[in-house]
C-alpha cells in the first residue's frame, strides 16, 4: 500500500496571502495524484488531478506541481472561500487508493 | 448535472447489518465505475470499494474485505453497499463517488452517516 504523508498538519495564513501544502508519497506516483478541498459539513471537491491539472471551473490561483513522490499544491493568494481542510490521493497503484492525512488551512 | 444521493445510514448495533444506496442521476451511469468512500467523525477521507462500471470486478480496502459489498443495478442507476458485521472503527460518513476516469472522484453524494453504537 502506497502511504501518503501531508505537511504541515495546519497551516495558519493571513487572507490574500501565499499557502504552499506538501505531499509526499511513501514510492513513487508517477504523476497519477489529485488534489481535493473539504469544507466543514460538505463532501470533498476534486482541484487538481495529474499532478497540475486544474478540474473544470477551479480558480487559477490553485496550482499544482510534481511528480514521483514529491508534490505540492499552491494557493496563490488566499481567499475566505479558501479555508478549509486539503487532501491528496495517489492513484498510480490500487487498490487500495489512498489519501493523505489532510492539511487544514486556517485564518492567520 | 452529476447528482449522487445516498441514503440508508442511521444507528446500528455492532455485529449488525445495514444497506446503503446511492441514486444516481445528470450522467450515462452504466458507463462509469463507482466507488464509495468514508470519512470518520472528525478524521480524514479512506476509500472503501469500487466496481466497475458493469459489476463484473470489485475491488475492497483490507479493513472491509469480506464484511462489505459493493453492488450496482445499472437499470435503475442504483449503487449500493451492503455492511455486514459492524464495528465502532465503521462509524463513518459514507460517500458514493465516481469520475471519468475511475480513479479520481469527480463528483461527489453528500454522504450518509453510519453510527455503530451499542
Known amino acids: 500500500e502506497i502511504v501518503m504523508t501531508q505537511s504541515p498538519a495546519t497551516l495558519s495564513v493571513s487572507p490574500g496571502e501565499r499557502a504552499t501544502l506538501s505531499c509526499r508519497a511513501s514510492?513513487?506516483?508517477?504523476?497519477?495524484l489529485a488534489w481535493y478541498q473539504q469544507k466543514p459539513g460538505q463532501a470533498p471537491r476534486l482541484l487538481i488531478y495529474?499532478?497540475?491539472t486544474r478540474a473544470t471551473g477551479v480558480p487559477a490561483r490553485f496550482s499544482g506541481s510534481g511528480s514521483g513522490t514529491e508534490f505540492t499544491l499552491t494557493i496563490s493568494s488566499l481567499q475566505s472561500e479558501d479555508f478549509a481542510v486539503y487532501y491528496c490521493q495517489q492513484y498510480n497503484n490500487w487498490p487500495p487508493l489512498t489519501f493523505g492525512g489532510g492539511t487544514k488551512v486556517e485564518i492567520k | 448535472q452529476v447528482q449522487l444521493v445516498e441514503s440508508g445510514g442511521g444507528v446500528v448495533q455492532p455485529g449488525r447489518s445495514l444497506r446503503l444506496s446511492c441514486a444516481a442521476s445528470?450522467?450515462?451511469?452504466?458507463?462509469?465505475?463507482m466507488h464509495w468512500v468514508r470519512q470518520a467523525p472528525g478524521k480524514g477521507l479512506v476509500w472503501v470499494a469500487f466496481i466497475w462500471y458493469n459489476g463484473d470486478k470489485k475491488v475492497y480496502a483490507d479493513s472491509v474485505k469480506g464484511r462489505f459489498t459493493i453492488s450496482r443495478d445499472n437499470s435503475n442507476n442504483m449503487l449500493y453497499l451492503e455492511v455486514n458485521s459492524l464495528r465502532a472503527e465503521d462509524t463513518a460518513v459514507y460517500y458514493c463517488?465516481?469520475?471519468?476516469?475511475?480513479?479520481?472522484?469527480?463528483?461527489w453524494g453528500q454522504g450518509t452517516l453510519v453510527t455503530v453504537s451499542s
Open positions: 514510492q513513487s506516483v508517477s504523476s497519477n
Open positions: 463517488a465516481t469520475g471519468s476516469t475511475g480513479e479520481t472522484f469527480d463528483f
Open positions: 495529474a499532478a497540475s
Open positions: 445528470g450522467f450515462s451511469f452504466s458507463t462509469y465505475g
